[in-house]
């Protein structure tokens, strides 16, 4: 979304919601929410909603900065998220305040987190992550692999929104990948 972003200016608004795999892929029942156990609850990515919610007290581009740290330290660097440490080196390799992010951070709730995902679940029918909402109204999920590089990624991106919002009638694309021999 960043190199997306880069390509529209502003014409495109990115807005970062939260979903939880744990939520979805939870076999505790329909009724069961993640988001509504004890702050003990072996929750995995708590501290890395806890984080983002004490990097947005400091702005856009704060938030932003530390959301694409942290998808680094977890999708490239394979760090765990369900660490203190893994979501503290994020926020410190963006440049936040420090101090006004422990007490964000220790202050944070999980809250949001809930409203976000049953929203995402019954208005778009959201499954997974990354998922991509056109317009407020098309989403789509995706997933690249690996992710293009200059204006291949920008020819990406002008079919992947093209698809989601112009072919609403396409309901699923899965490629399967080919077993390395």
Do not use: C
């Amino acid at each position: 979304m960043q190199k997306a972003k880069e390509h529209e200016g502003d014409n495109l608004e990115v807005e970062w919601r939260y979903f939880s795999l744990e939520q979805i892929n939870s076999n505790e029942g329909d009724d069961w929410k993640i988001w509504e156990q004890p702050s003990n609850y072996p929750m995995r990515s708590r501290w890395a909603f806890r984080g983002a919610e004490a990097a947005r007290k400091q702005g856009k581009s704060a938030f932003e900065q530390f959301h694409i740290n942290l998808l680094t330290a977890r999708h490239v660097d394979r760090k765990e998220l369900a660490t203190q440490d893994t979501v503290f080196e994020a926020a410190e390799a963006a440049g936040l305040d420090m101090e006004q992010f422990k007490k964000d951070f220790e202050a944070a709730t999980i809250d949001q987190v809930g409203a976000d995902h049953e929203e995402g679940v019954s208005k778009f029918g959201i499954f997974g992550t990354p998922t991509i909402v056109i317009n407020g109204e098309h989403a789509g999920y995706l997933k690249l692999r690996p992710i293009p590089e200059g204006d291949e990624l920008n020819r990406t991106w002008e079919q992947v929104k093209d698809l989601i919002a112009g072919r609403p009638e396409i309901g699923e694309i899965k490629r399967p990948v080919p077993k390395a021999s």
